[in-house]
């Protein structure tokens, strides 16, 4: 049993209004019992709550949708997370979360992969690699999902063709990268996050990183504004690359003649108000019609990658949220679903396997498509 | 109920490249993570389960040098009341039986209903320290145990058999059980778990706290010696098949079938 008092004030829960902001906008409402302003109340008028008997918390995926929508300026998703503190904490894990903190502790990933693999999709190609001595004006923070899963890794080749071919002075960290530990902090595992942050912060600083760009928004967002003590500049490369287009660094040789709507990441987008520059970088490809979703930007539909989401599924059945994006880019009349983001890649991916629409729609990351429309070098 | 609960740090070789050492007695130990034994871990999780039931002590013991301290201090965070290492170097070298050895030493004056250990070691697969260790202590034991049962004085537990047949003991205590994976769901291990049991002592017994001779543990306590270490070179049988996941599909299918798998 949690002691409510606690996490009132931790949480300045008596600020709550109860308007039900929150729980109106929450996009996991459409298929799970997942009631934040519920939970919030009873955080109000009880002495004492089982968080044990409230599964669905393991259901939020940290969009911040909620926290977007408080008029009172309240994170509902911050109290979530900090009761799967509590239960992390007791250890009382659902077995593919503790899977995947065990991996993150032991491999710096949370895919079980060996460490000395990190590096592996970079084989054959001539990317610098700083843990091996080279110097770089600019790192490129992979991250573990584009290191080591298969589809992904296609992505991380992609950055390294659009920054040669923009000639950017970029490297690896090669073997020494690891987990960044946004989705650990997330599952409630704060204490493996701290340990990550001390790591990662050691190494940028022992290879002397002055600017950092990453492939995933949830490593961006993490060090962007949760690292304490990071001084020098992290970008998403959707900021950077649009960067390179709109200076003349980076130009475009080839088309890509298809109709590409774009699912915003919703760390890019909800969290950082990087909602332009990925438009941008589409818009900007000779050839390529873009349409927008219906609900985009602020009020764009989580795919459920986040907020540790790929290692728990939901409580519940029903359609999963990817479904119904790629249900609604089919009737846009996209061809592609671009994004972002290597947890909105395979989530979105699956969904188009389960959706049966692996012959209408295809799902692409935007520097895919940067990279096709660059042609051969 | 008072359980021991005998655990092996062991080299996590799933994703590793293995290396053989110049002697060819061991392997490469450099890059390579360390963890508890799997099967250990389900022992220890079996145990702080029969604590969180019937109370009583869980004490962990391991017989390694100390880096093992990683694998007690996790059990230790995850509820474990004591942790003892067995550390001497003269305990290198020591086979299945001379561990059992040691550890009998160590439990046989303390006071215990139940020991515990994995069904096996993920390093050498040998499977002999928990029921020699049985042996030695004089109690019964049960290999690959799969589910566990409180009765008056006795537990009632079930084995895993060939051809998938489960076999149900009843055994008097105290016994010795070795613990098959699976039987539970072990717990996880936090961060801050891990480092507020660096606070708790972790005891420390050599061969001369043990009271055992020089040539009752290593190589010359042991009952077999280690001959040679190798990678075995890889053999040209095995037949690729290329083509689409349909070609490939029906070609497999074919294939088991002719053999007669299927």
Redesign the interface.
């Known amino acids: 049993m949690l002691r409510t008092r606690n996490f009132v004030h931790q949480y300045d829960l008596l600020r709550c209004i109860q308007c039900g902001r929150c729980t109106a906008g929450c996009p996991l409402s459409l298929r799970s019992p997942l009631n934040i302003r519920r939970i919030i109340y009873q955080f109000l008028v009880r002495d004492q709550l089982d968080i044990k008997q409230i599964p669905e918390i393991w259901d939020c995926t940290t969009c911040t949708t909620c926290t977007l929508r408080c008029p009172k300026g309240l994170d509902p998703a911050l109290i979530l997370i900090g009761m799967r503190r509590v239960l992390?904490?007791?250890?009382?894990?659902k077995?593919t979360?503790?899977d995947a903190?065990?991996s993150t502790?032991?491999?710096g990933n949370p895919w079980?992969?060996?460490?000395?693999?990190r590096a592996d999709w970079a084989q054959g190609l001539n990317v610098k690699n700083l843990s091996e001595g080279a110097n770089a004006e600019i790192l490129y923070f992979v991250g573990c999902t584009p290191s080591y899963d298969d589809r992904v890794q296609a992505v991380a080749r992609a950055m390294v063709k659009v920054f040669e071919k923009a000639r950017v002075d970029f490297g690896i960290l090669g073997n020494e990268e690891m987990c960044c530990g946004s989705e650990m902090r997330r599952l409630g595992?704060?204490?493996?996050f701290?340990?990550l942050m001390e790591e990662n912060l050691e190494t940028f600083k022992r290879y002397d990183v002055k600017r950092m760009v990453t492939t995933s928004p949830h490593c961006y967002n993490t060090f962007k504004n949760e690292y304490e003590g990071l001084d020098f500049e992290v970008q998403h490369y959707t900021q950077f690359v649009a960067d390179l287009i709109q200076r003349g660094q980076l130009t475009f040789s080839g088309e890509v003649n298809r109709v590409v709507t774009y699912q915003d990441p919703c760390f890019l987008g909800k969290q950082n108000g990087v909602y332009d520059e990925p438009r941008a970088i589409l818009q900007s490809i000779p050839g390529l019609q873009f349409v927008d979703f219906d609900r985009s930007r602020e009020r764009s539909l989580c795919c459920e990658g986040g907020g540790g989401r790929m290692w728990v599924e939901a409580s519940t059945g029903g359609e999963r949220l990817a479904e119904i994006r790629v249900k609604d880019a089919l009737e846009l009349g996209a061809e592609v679903i671009a994004t972002a983001c290597p947890f909105c890649m395979l989530t979105l991916e699956d969904a188009v396997k389960t959706t049966g629409a692996e012959d209408s729609i295809q799902v692409l990351d935007i520097v895919e498509l940067v990279a096709q429309a660059i042609g051969d070098q | 109920m008072d359980i021991v609960v005998c655990v092996k740090h062991v080299p996590d070789t799933t994703e590793a490249e293995i290396g053989i050492r110049d002697d060819e007695k061991g392997i490469k130990k450099e890059g390579l993570v360390f963890d508890i034994n799997e099967a250990d871990n389900y022992a220890i999780e079996e145990a702080l389960l029969l604590k969180e039931e019937f109370g009583g002590s869980v004490t962990v013991l391991t017989v390694g040098p100390p880096e093992a301290d990683e694998t007690l201090r996790m059990c230790l965070a995850k509820g474990a009341d004591r942790a003892v290492r067995l550390t001497d170097e003269r305990f290198e070298g020591s086979d299945g039986y001379a561990t059992a050895r040691i550890l009998a030493e160590a439990i046989k004056d303390m006071d215990y209903d139940l020991v515990l250990t994995g069904c096996m070691a993920d390093d050498d697969e040998a499977a002999q320290v928990g029921v020699t260790l049985a042996e030695m202590l004089g109690i019964p034991h049960a290999a690959l145990v799969i589910s566990t049962e409180v009765e008056d004085g006795k537990m009632k537990v079930h084995r895993e058999l060939e051809g998938g047949l489960h076999e149900v003991l009843e055994i008097e205590l105290p016994a010795l059980f070795t613990i098959q994976t699976g039987i539970n769901e072990p717990r996880y291990a936090s961060i801050f778990g891990i480092r507020k049991a660096m606070k708790k002592q972790i005891e420390v017994l050599d061969l001369e706290d043990l009271g055992l001779a020089e040539d009752a543990v290593g190589e010359m306590g042991s009952k077999t010696s280690l001959v040679k270490l190798f990678i075995p070179e890889v053999t040209t049988q095995a037949t690729i098949l290329e083509g689409s996941p349909e070609e490939v599909s029906s070609e497999l299918v074919t294939i088991l079938k002719n053999e007669g798998v299927v």
């Open positions: 992390t904490e007791e250890g009382r894990i077995p979360v503790r903190l065990e502790f032991k491999f079980g992969r060996g460490k000395a693999k595992e704060e204490g493996l701290e340990f």
